[in-house]
């Protein structure tokens, strides 16, 4: 009896335990090892999933001009900037449209006044440009560095021949054929009182066969520094004030660690944009010493524009010596540092004023 007794239980704990391994299998389909984790392979899983950065789409549409650094419309990039020839004399100041200039060259003229030339390049939309002047040779050899439309009124006599050559796309406001381009104001008196129209100059442009579109290709005028990582000119020494030394309109610039801008002043006040009333800044200037001498007629300027000089490179609140190469007339101008690698400006608007490597004295920064 007892045998049978025996007997009974170890086949009741057999079935016993039998039963409990088939349950644990059963129990397995749903373990957390499986709820968890196979589930959750095919749903990505419950760990934080490592954030992508998001892509910068601010400059979608836009391409890096290579004349002021910044971002600008993918199709305005496209067209031929726009070279204008504009007064400065306290009568002929202050100027309109000079605000929208990406360059600006400022190179002495007879009698010891400078002249401007603004390189603009979304001039389409200008209504007033100007007031426009008349051409020195010289300022066609830096139109032709960025391939731009020149505009001016009349001309030296030493400029006809530079005018004449095919890459100088000159739109004359003294020719009858450009009536619709310029027109002339009463608030000034002539012949201070010229002005453009932008959409005009781009029109005439294309009637004429310029080819308003830059050639495909063209090498960038500048090279700049990264947004992100701005050319500080740290081994430089302080550039807060800048003083190129010209006589008649005694202009300085002088520099805002704020908005890391330089503040154009001339004829001892602000010089500003007559249409807006801003006053005119710069994110870099350049000091170019050149050779100047003078004509047969002991009047007109001669500057030598190609071969090599030296200068000064100024931004951030500091400058450096620099030296310059343009190879011939309409070759690009490059600016080198004493390593003799090519500067790189920061992006915005650049300011280069020519000065007469004789008169290297009287500029002043400080």
Not at 94 to 115: H, L
Not at 221 to 232: I, K, R, S
Not at 312 to 318: D, E, L, N, Q
């Given at each position: 009896?007892?045998?049978?007794?025996?007997?009974?239980?170890?086949?009741?704990?057999?079935?016993?335990?039998?039963?409990?391994?088939?349950?644990?299998?059963?129990?397995?389909e749903f373990a957390p090892s499986n709820v968890f984790g196979e589930e959750n392979e095919d749903e990505g899983g419950t760990?934080?999933?490592?954030?992508?950065?998001?892509?910068?789409?601010?400059?979608?549409?836009?391409?890096?001009?290579?004349i002021s650094g910044l971002y600008i419309d993918e199709n305005d990039a496209k067209y031929r900037p726009l070279a204008i020839m504009?007064?400065?004399?306290?009568?002929?100041?202050?100027?309109?449209?000079?605000?929208?200039?990406?360059?600006?060259?400022?190179?002495?003229?007879?009698?010891?006044?400078?002249?401007?030339?603004?390189i603009i390049e979304n001039y389409k939309t200008l209504k007033k440009i100007g007031s426009a002047r008349s051409c020195r040779y010289?300022?066609?050899h830096y139109a032709a560095e960025y391939e731009a439309l020149y505009a001016h009124v009349g001309q030296s006599k030493y400029a006809k021949d530079t005018l004449a050559n095919s890459r100088v796309y000159s739109i004359n406001g003294l020719k009858g054929e450009t009536d619709s381009v310029f027109f002339r104001v009463s608030e000034r008196k002539a012949p201070h009182n010229c002005y453009a129209n932008g959409e005009a100059l781009f029109k005439f442009a294309e009637k004429k066969n310029y080819g308003v579109y830059l050639p495909e290709g063209m090498e960038d005028?500048?090279?700049?520094?990264?947004?992100?990582?701005?050319?500080?000119l740290t081994m430089g020494e302080d550039a807060s004030y800048v003083e190129p030394g010209y006589s008649v309109d005694a202009p300085y610039f002088e520099y805002n660690a704020d908005d890391e801008l330089y503040y154009r002043y001339q004829y001892k006040g602000k010089h500003v944009d007559l249409e807006t009333g801003e006053q005119l800044t710069c994110t870099n200037i350049i000091i170019q010493f050149v050779g100047i001498s003078y004509f047969d007629d002991n009047e007109s300027l001669k500057i030598g524009t190609v071969g090599k000089g030296e200068g000064?490179?100024?931004?951030?609140?500091?400058k450096i010596n620099i030296t310059w190469t343009k190879d011939s007339e309409f070759a690009i101008t490059h600016y080198y540092d004493s390593e003799g690698n090519e500067i790189k400006l920061n992006p915005?608007?650049?300011w280069i004023l020519l000065v007469n490597k004789k008169s290297a004295n009287k500029v002043v920064i400080k």
């Open positions: 009896m007892r045998k049978l007794k025996l007997i009974l239980s170890l086949i009741v704990l057999v079935l016993a335990l039998s039963a409990c391994g088939n349950n644990s299998e059963e129990d397995d760990e934080e999933e490592e954030e992508k950065p998001e892509e910068d789409n601010s400059h979608e549409g836009m391409v890096r001009s290579g504009m007064g400065n004399t306290k009568s002929a100041a202050p100027q309109s449209g000079i605000g929208e200039a990406s360059v600006v060259y400022e190179i002495p003229v007879e009698g010891g006044i400078t002249r401007l030339m603004s010289y300022f066609c005028h500048f090279l700049f520094a990264d947004e992100n990582d701005l050319n500080e000064f490179f100024i931004t951030h609140g500091k915005g608007k650049t």
